[in-house]
């Protein structure tokens, strides 16, 4: 398997700098798994049912991280609650 590809959407940083500094601490743990092996258990990956081309990874508990791919090559687009995900 070849190794990950990792892009961040323009506006994710913008999202990233709004988490908690708890959340942010585990979303960098969370990254280095993703950018070792994207099966890591740990991220409980699964695709969006509602839109097909997006899929997700847990940061903890509440917190998710959105992002599409295409082969070894993933784009972070979103990061924030659960709930708000619900909404969208």
């Given at each position: 398997m070849d190794k990950p590809i990792i892009a961040f959407d323009p506006n994710f940083a913008e999202l990233y700098q709004r988490l908690p500094e708890q959340?942010?601490?585990?979303?960098?743990?969370q990254i280095r798994f993703f950018s070792e092996n994207p099966k890591?258990?740990?991220?409980?990956?699964?695709?969006i049912k509602s839109k097909t081309e997006l899929w997700e990874f847990?940061?903890?508990?509440?917190?998710?991280?959105?992002?599409?791919?295409?082969?070894?090559?993933?784009?972070?687009?979103?990061v924030g609650t659960h709930k708000t995900i619900d909404r969208m």
């Open positions: 959340i942010k601490q585990k979303f960098k743990k890591h258990p740990s991220l409980k990956i699964h695709k847990y940061v903890d508990k509440y917190y998710r991280c959105l992002f599409t791919k295409k082969g070894n090559k993933y784009l972070l687009k979103w």
